[in-house]
């Protein structure tokens, strides 16, 4: 019987043209080839309602960001519990804290889609979560065992290792396409959700 892993995400899985969406089913497909039984645990659904009071709330030290996380609760058990960063805050680490006394073997990794990130945040009625998070990032240690990031320019952060990984293609549903035999003129094409952290 082969290994058990989780993933922990924020996703639309009914958005298949979505990038976020469309990665991290290729990455829970990669690992199933490697042998592992992938599942993943949508925690979309434990959103906080956009209300006036959670807004103004979530923003405060000792309440939760975005997340409902005391609702999400994880019976069965699994070798490889694998996360998309949040914001962080004091019902994070309390769920990564019961989460980790529950699953004391399993591997903890924690994948930072963009670092570093502070500079994603522009206007100033959200610096409160930025300030939250870098808050609680040192505590990460105590519960989390590998960092996934996409840059080469960090062995460790918050005194964890990381691994550099690429955003890849999923070869088995996309058809190549002839190489043109114009070699004096090159296209670039860009199909992407932009952003400004993007950098184009």
């Known amino acids: ?8 995400c924020d996703i639309d899985q009914n958005d298949l043209a979505s990038g976020v969406t469309k990665k991290i089913l290729g990455q829970t497909k990669s690992f199933k080839k490697k042998g592992y039984t992938f599942s993943i645990l949508n925690i979309s659904k434990f959103r906080k309602a956009s209300t006036l009071f959670n ?3 979530s923003r405060l030290p000792l309440f939760s960001s ?7 609760i994880i019976k069965e058990n699994y070798d490889l519990i694998y996360i ?3 914001f962080m805050d004091i019902n994070f680490m309390h769920f990564l804290q019961n989460l980790r006394q529950r699953h004391s073997e399993a ?3 924690l994948e930072i889609p963009t670092y570093p990130y502070s500079r994603e945040t ?4 959200d610096y409160p979560y930025l300030l939250k998070d870098f808050f609680w990032t040192h505590r990460l240690k105590q519960y989390i065992d590998l960092i996934v990031i996409y840059s080469d320019n960090y062995k460790e952060l918050y005194d964890i290792p990381c691994v550099s990984i690429d955003n890849g293609i999923d070869m088995d549903t996309i058809r ?3 190489a043109s035999n114009n070699k004096k003129l090159i296209n670039l094409i860009a199909v992407a959700n932009i952003n400004f952290w993007h950098g184009y």
């Open 55 to 57: 807004k103004i709330t």
């Open 107 to 109: 591997i903890f990794v």
């Open 66 to 72: 975005h997340y409902l996380w005391k609702d999400i």
């Open 84 to 86: 998309r960063k949040p």
């Open 122 to 125: 522009r206007r100033i009625v």
């Open 1 to 8: 019987m082969g290994e058990t892993a989780l993933y922990i």
């Open 176 to 178: 190549l396409k002839k």
